[in-house]
Each structure stands twice: as structure tokens, then as C-alpha cells.
């Protein structure tokens, strides 16, 4: 399949919209500043328990600060370039740098208030104090002088400002107390810099008690012993955030490795792009800095509060299950359960099965961090490099651990004697100087290294195992939404899939041999590759949907994605909404469409979850005509890989997205889509404007949260012997998504669970619906008024269920009521 074949669908056009319109377009840089509402939203929320709370303050900074470095540094980049060109929505680089900074304010003064009056009052409540220094007994400060004195003095240096001292630097996200000190002898004040120091702990702990001072406190009010003999006039708490785009052009760098060695170095002197500073510094304390830093007014934010509140996460480790959230250990697969016995029950007989045994009896999905990635995902790459069948292991690599089992299993296979080759990405913003180490480590093993692509990122979670069998070479993939990094996969929700396909297989062995040869075919079985077949294809998709519409013909798309930013994409999307195909979005943060625009994305619905996990993983579902009677259709199709919806995962990165064929692999991705969009606990629904509504369960309906639901049902599921998916059953969702491979085909076909009963079957005859539900049964559905739901139905029980599609209205009543 090549890049022209996937494009032979002609794009529906309305004559009355034009989709270049800027205003039908909202602007990148905002709607991430919106989804970090979202999350600064959960540590407002009271429903939270306390100390979650605490860590999504600590969340918010970390996402901040990144944003400041890479979207508004790059935004002030352009600027400084003179850059006028406009994005989708019409905004030039310098109004979007403007608009950027004039939201970021309000958001970071509700950050502080949100710590100052509803956390630090709660936290106090609940026998954990951070104390203000003047709020300590004598004791508690002679404590703190001796302290000071003894393990933070000797790793300061203050740095002085005046004729004989230059400027100091300041690193990037320090935090920092600025003093003006005089000398008896002198009028004029003298400005000096003191780092806060990062290697010491920044909640300083008073005796064995839950109480605690800042270590900046314990700095400002002990500074006599630090700067002697001068008066200290006044201090000021600042924090700076400098430029991460630091770029050289890689067409003319002569090595990669000095090439990223470089541009890390230059980020530390980068540009700075913001100040933090306390509200009631001192004027000239201000202005030295401002002054000396050559920042516009716009980029100083006075703010109360401590500035920094990366390092409060730290109160998270104290044993106080009353104030957490209960606590999630990753389950096993049940398919990848160790089935060796025990060692006094083994002898020399015994034959353990392998991965690659259990792979070979059909897919396996993995879901992260619901499935434990060590048993998983390091399994198989630890099994292939001790098994003496295996010939060779590949994998691409974007970030990983500092101490990654991962390269550690990959080193161990080239010690046996496997052909190892590794695809590190040494341009993955933030972990290159991480990646640079391991491609050290590996190329000392012996293993041949890419480093990536010139032009292009390496995005791509791949891993290939070649094994000798009796019957010629196997091959043994994986295929992932997440990075190979078992601590983000604690944390991060992601998809993987172990096959045995053939086509899968092959399709990665072109993939890699592209990392280390000279070019990338446009050729593939299987897999959507970016940048060659994957917009084509989801574009085709796509047009396809709106083509069923067109025809009168049920026609649905979900698509659960991190960003959905691309113009081209969402202009695709318009069309089909206009063409009458009903579209869920599931879109963590930057989604440029504006859902529900009168003739234009009525059809569209735009869906967000925050929760305790941050939500990584990428599924699309087309429905492709597989409801329809009057057209040939091999049924739905279902995708999962590691490409956004976002303009540089479809041009400027290699992407690999796998099609998932096993209807029981389906089911449960059905089951996860479905799922998002029935939670009323972290849902938000986006409005035309950009803003976001959360959703709250009706009075009388139980809560949906679709994180906590997937711990128990994979609990669940870890907990029965005969298990044999992720998940075993159906949660009580609606969903009118379809599994089937094929027109009439029983939703249960397929399956490896024997008491998958409960899934929708429509009965045909002749091709046609025997009668119409809505037809059957009246009185048991009407139109609800809502501006979300286009139908409501009775349930046995009493209940209402809420469904946006007639489809989806008919499987409801035949399950209930046939």
C-alpha cells in the first residue's frame, strides 16, 4: 500500500463553508493553557483526597514550565526572527506570545491562592503544617540557625552585583532570593544573587513532627550569617525560566552526538522567557532584574506564594493513606502469567512455556499501567535475548529510565550472541542528555546504533524479535502507544500489542531497516508509517466515513488522541460532520476543532479526561459500513500506535500506528472507548469557544470513572485462572461501536471468554433488519432535552440511559428488552 493508492476517495465539499476560515480554528498555544486548567482543576477539587491535591500542584508547575520553555520560548524565537506568518486560527507568532502570557497570569495566580487558602489551611487541618519562620517557638529556630549553619551555608555562594562583579548567571527553573544589602560606609545599595540550594530538601522537616519550614525561609532569616557586617535592606524570592529551542540545522552538523552535545550546553545559556517574583519585592530588587535579564513587563509575573511547588510532591511519600487515593500495583497479563512450576516441583522434563509460545496462541493486548510493564513488555524483550531460538532483536527507543532493564536486556542479547539493533532518538527534548548516555553503553557492548533521522524525529514504540522455529523464522512484535520507560508506565496509560503477525512483522523489519539504511520505502502491508502512508490513510478513512453518510448510511468515527492540532485533519473532520457522520473525539489537550458550530460540527463531540494516570494512549475507530445493508464492508477497523492527530507526528516524525484485528483485542478496546465516554467523574465536554465543562453524574446515577472501573476490572481479571483477556466482561456502558469483522457476524464471535454474552446482536434477514426497535418498543425511548444526547430509554430497572445515535438506541433495546 503506497501513499497515492490510500488517497482514491474524493473529499465531500459544502458549498457554503469555507474551511480556510481562521475562525473555525482554535489556536494551539491557548488550548493547551486550557488543559492546564484542567489539571490544575484537580487539585481545586475537594473530591479529591488531600494529598492527591497536593501532587497535582506539584503537576502543574512541572507542565508550566515546560510549556514557558518550549511553546513560549519558541513563540519569543519567532518573534526576535521577525516571523509574521499566521497560523490556522489567524494569529501571527507575536500575538499568540501576547495572548499566551496574558492567560498564563490568571492561571498561575490561582496556583498560588489555590495553595495559600484552600491547601496549606487543609494540609495544617490534617496534622501537616508548613509553617511561615515567624509562626517557630525559640527552640524551633535555634534549631533551624544550627541547621542553616551547619548543612546549607556551606553550599551557598552568594554573587554580588556592582562595579567589580558582573551580572551572575542564573540557571534555568532555579530558585533563587535576591538581597540588597549597604554597607555602613555607603549609601547605595548592593544587589546580590543566593541560589537556593537544589540538594537540599526544600521542606525542612522540625523534629520527628509532620511540621516543616521552607528552606528559603531558613535562608532569608539567617542571611547575618551568610553576608556579615552589611545591613540587609530588603530580599525578594525570583524564579527564571530560559528558552529550551535551542536548534542547529542538522543538515550541516558534521556529528549528531556533538551536534545534541551542543544545543545542550547553549539551552543552559538560553534566552530567559520569564520571571517569577514575589509580589512585594522591592522596586529596585525589580528593576535590576528586569533591566539585566532584557525582559518585557509582559513576561514578569508577581505572584504570592512560594514560587516553586515542583518539590511539594514530596508530602505525597508520608504515610497517611487517609489523605491518598488507594494504591494501584500493576496486575499481571493473564495471558503472560508465569506458568513454570515451582522450583521443588521441577524436573528436567518440565517445559516452561515462553512469550513467544503464548504470542504465538493469538494477539495479546497490554494496557498500561493497569498491566505491569515488567511482566509484559520487559518480559518479552528479557526472553528473547536468553532464548538460543532467537536470531535477532530491534528496537527504537524514544526516552527510557536512567537505569532501563529495557537496554540492559538488549546488552545481555548481544552478550549471547543475537543480532541487536537499537533506534535511540537522541533528539527527545529533555532526555537527550539520558539517551546520549545509553547510546554510549550500548555502542561499548557492541550493538549497532541509529541515532535518528535527519529531518525527522524517531516517535515510534517498536520492538521486533526474529526466532528460529521448526517451521522457518518467526517474527514477534510489538507495537505501542508509550515509551519503553517502566517509571512513565506507572503513570502514563498506553496500549501495546504483542502479534505474531506476519505482516506486522514484516512491515517492522522495512521500519528498521530504514533506521539504519538510506531511505524509507512508501511500501507497507499493515502498518500506517509516518510520513509516507499514515496521513493518506486516515485521511481515506476519514472521507470514507463521510462517504457512507452521504449514502444514507450509519457512519461513526471515534478517535481517542493526546492532541488533535493538524488544520488538514480537522478540515477532514469538518467535512465528514457535514457529510452527517457522528464523530466522538477523545482528546487530552490541544484540540484546534470547535465542536458543535451550527452546519459545520454539530456531529462532533469533544471529550477530555483527566485523572489520577496521565492519559497517553492513541485508538481510532471507523466504523466503515459494517451497519450498513446495502454495501460491501469488511466491518469496523480499529488502530492503536504512537502518533497524535498533530501536524509534526504525520510529517515530521516516524510514526507507527498497527490496525488490531482480534475481535476479542476489539471488544476490549471498545469497552475502554466506551467507557470514556460514559464517565461523569473526570470528563470534560469542550464548547465552542475552547472552554471546557466537566461532567457530574445526574442525581440517582452511580459514578463513572473510567480509571478506577479498569483497576478493578483488571484486578478482576488477574484474580481467575481461566482468565484470558485484559478484561473479562463488559462494563454496563452503552456503546453503539461495533466489533465484528464482517456484516451479520455475532459480536461474540471470536472471543476467547466464554461468558461473553452480553454483546449486541443484530438480527438480519435477507440482509434487512427483521423490524426496527424504536419501532417495537415506544414507549420505552424518547428525545431527552440536552444539548449532548439526541436520545434517552427506559431501563427495566427505572433507570435512563443517554445515547447520542439511533444505532445506538436500537442495540440498547434489543439487549434490554429482546
Known sequence: MTAEETL????????????????????????????????????LDDRNPLLERVRFLSIVTRNLDEFV????????????????????????????????????????????????????????????????????????????REYFEESVLPTLTPLSFDPAHPFPFISNRSLSLAVLTRRPDSDDPTFTRIKIPPNRPRLVQLGDDSRYVLVEDVVRHNLDLLLPNVDIVDTALFRLTRNAEVRRNEEVAEDLIDMIEEVLEQRRFASVVRMEIESDAHPRIRATLRNQLDLDEREIYDL?????????????????????LESWTPQPHPRLRDRRPAAFERDEHDHHQSVFDDIDEGDILLHHPYHDFGDTVQRFLSEAANDPDVLAVKAAIYRTASDSQIIQSLIEAAKNGKQVAVMVELKARFDEQNNLEWVRRLE??????????????????????????????????????????SETAKGYVDLGLLTADRDVGQDLVTLFNFFTGPGLDEEFRKLLIAPVTMRPEFTRCIRREAQHAQAGRPARIVAKVNGLEDPDIVAELYRASMAGVDIDLIVRDICRLRPGLEDVSENITVHSVVGRFLEHSRVFYFENGARATDCETTGPEYYIGSADWMTRNLDYRVEAVTPVEDPAIRRQLRFVLALMLADNRKRWTMNADGSY?????????????TQEIL???????????????????DYPVDSDLLVQASRGESESAGTASADRTDAPVQSFDGGQLLSDPLDRYPEKWYRPDSDVYDYAVRTPDGERRYLKTRDGVASLLERLYD
Not at 123 to 141: C, P, S, T
Not at 318 to 324: G, I, N
Not at 450 to 468: F, M, N, Q, S
Open 8 to 43: 482514491d476517495i474524493s473529499p465531500y465539499e459544502p458549498a457554503s463553508v469555507d474551511l480556510s476560515d481562521p475562525d473555525l480554528y482554535l489556536n494551539r498555544e491557548l488550548s493547551e493553557l486550557a488543559f492546564q486548567r484542567r489539571v490544575l482543576h484537580e487539585a
Open 69 to 144: 520553555m518550549k511553546r513560549i520560548g519558541g513563540l519569543k524565537q519567532q518573534v526576535e526572527a521577525g516571523v509574521t506568518e499566521r497560523t490556522a486560527d489567524g494569529r501571527t507568532p507575536k500575538e499568540q506570545w501576547a495572548e499566551a502570557h496574558e492567560t498564563l497570569g490568571p492561571m498561575l495566580t490561582k496556583q498560588a491562592n489555590c495553595y495559600s487558602e484552600m491547601l496549606r489551611p487543609a494540609l495544617a487541618e490534617a496534622g501537616i503544617d508548613v509553617l511561615d519562620y515567624d509562626d517557630l517557638n525559640a527552640a524551633e529556630r535555634t534549631e533551624m
Open 304 to 324: 504570592d506564594g512560594p514560587l516553586d511547588y515542583r518539590e511539594f510532591a514530596s508530602l505525597t511519600d508520608l504515610e497517611r493513606p487517609d489523605l491518598k
Open 444 to 485: 561499548e557492548n557492541g550493538i549497532h546504533v541509529a541515532y535518528g533521522t535527519i529531518g525527522l524525529k524517531t516517535h515510534t514504540k517498536t520492538a521486533l524479535v526474529v526466532r528460529d522455529a521448526e517451521d522457518g523464522v518467526n517474527l514477534y512484535s510489538h507495537v505501542g502507544t508509550g515509551n519503553y520507560h
Open 693 to 705: 465543562d466537566q461532567q457530574y453524574p445526574k442525581d440517582g446515577e452511580a459514578v463513572v470513572n
Open 711 to 729: 483497576m478493578r476490572e483488571t484486578l478482576k481479571a488477574s484474580r481467575r485462572e481461566d482468565a484470558e483477556t485484559g478484561i473479562l466482561a
